[in-house]
Each structure stands twice: as C-alpha cells, then as structure tokens.
C-alpha cells in the first residue's frame, strides 16, 4: 500500500466551481499535512499547511484534516482559470526542519472559462 | 520576493558522466533539500541538508550522490556516474527553521536532467 494516494485525474471543472481534492495516507505518524500547487515546468509552491485535525481557510482555500480516517482534503471555492495546476498534497512525520517530505502523486486540475 | 534558484534549467549527459546541479537557497535559510521527480511520477524526497552535514536521505540517495555546500550562497547535488534511470526533474528546496510554519519548505524552478 502506497504512504500517500491521491487520485492524479485530470479534474475539468467550469470557472466559479467548487473544486474538491483529496489524499489518503496510511503512515499514522504523519502529523504535518501541506498543500502544493505546481504549475507546468515551475516548482511546487505551498498553498496550505496544517497540522491538526480540522478546517484551516485561507480566502478561497480551505484545508480539511481527519487525522481518524487518515483523510485530507482542499476545497477551492469560486475557481478561476488561473487555478488551472497540478495540486500536490505533502506530509511530514515531524515539524523538525530537514524532515522529508512525502508526496501524492499530484492531481491536474482544468479550470475552463 | 525571495526564491530558491536553481541552473541549469535543463541538463543532458552521457551515461556515466558526473553532473553537478546548483541551486542557491533563500538567503537567511539554513536546512536545504533535494527532491526529485520522474516524469509522470510523484516528487520524491533525496535529502536534507543543515549545518554542512546531511540530516536525513532517503534509500535513492545511494553513493553515487553527493551534496555540498561549497560556499555561503550555494548548494550542489553531484551524481557521479550518472544512468539512464537519473533522468528526473530535480528540485532545490530551503527551510528556515525560525520561520513562522518551521518546516514550510521552499522550492526551486528545478532543473530536468536527460540522461542519454
């Protein structure tokens, strides 16, 4: 069973939807939960981070933890073309710098005008 | 803004030739990452790197990969006989362990490697 899945897509969605992503894990020790988005040829770029169960908003951001079902979502409201990426979920055992990070495998994201 | 820079953007070798790839990490940073990523596959993590010793690398970061910083800006990562399976985008990253999130990681443009 792989430590990190998410589903790679591609998601097409029209401009102003809600967008919903996911990722599931089966390390219980991951504590730490981030979201990258990655635009083509470009490096991944933080949205979120959290670290405990619950919702975490950031404008049009919100991050989901369920640390019992080892589920983590982001939901992206009123979604623009410029949302158009790969998303990225990552999960870190410790807050300690110099941990590694673990990555899913990416959902490509199509936000149609 | 500051960001991670990395060169060069694209690299192509030999098979068994060494490569050096360089990044220069946000200034005031002082744990520093390689990841790489396999076309079509997830960013896979390679190693850390703080206070001129490795912190943790992964079971890809075998002996024929090597890091250094040779000096105060910059940050390498040396494959010394490279094969065909190297062929990867690699990327830098930097964390600054007094920041405001300690360990929000930040990535470079990355360099794609083409091993011929």
């Known amino acids: 069973q792989k430590e990190v899945e998410q589903d790679p897509g591609p998601l097409s969605v029209p401009e102003g939807a809600i967008v919903s992503l996911n990722c599931t894990y089966s390390?219980?020790?991951?504590?730490?939960f981030m979201w990258y988005r990655q635009y083509s040829r470009k490096g991944p770029e933080l949205l979120m981070y959290t670290y405990s169960s619950g919702n975490k908003e950031d404008g049009r951001f919100t991050a989901q933890v369920d640390k019992s079902s080892k589920y983590i979502s982001l939901f992206i409201r009123d979604s623009q073309p410029s949302d158009s990426a790969t998303y990225l979920c990552?999960?870190?055992?410790?807050?300690?710098?110099?941990?590694?990070?673990?990555f899913g495998e990416g959902t490509q994201l199509t936000v149609n005008p | 803004e500051p960001e991670v820079t990395q060169t060069p953007s694209h690299q192509v070798t030999q098979m068994g030739q060494e490569v050096i790839l360089r990044c220069v990490p946000i200034?005031?940073?002082?744990?520093f990452y390689w990841y790489r990523q396999i076309l079509g596959q997830k960013v896979e993590f390679l190693v850390s790197f703080y206070n001129n010793e490795i912190s943790e690398k992964s079971e890809i970061f075998d002996d024929q990969f090597s890091v250094e910083r040779p000096d105060g800006s910059n940050f390498t990562l040396k494959i010394r006989s490279t094969k065909l399976e190297d062929s990867a985008m690699y990327f830098c990253?930097?964390?600054?362990?007094?920041?405001?999130?300690?360990?929000?990681?930040?990535f470079g443009p990355g360099t794609r490697l083409t091993v011929l």
């Open positions: 990253a930097s964390s600054d362990p007094n920041g405001r999130t300690t360990d929000t990681q930040y």
């Open positions: 200034s005031n940073h002082l744990y």
């Open positions: 990552a999960m870190s055992a410790t807050e300690t710098s110099g941990s590694r990070l673990t």
């Open positions: 390390n219980s020790a991951f504590q730490y």
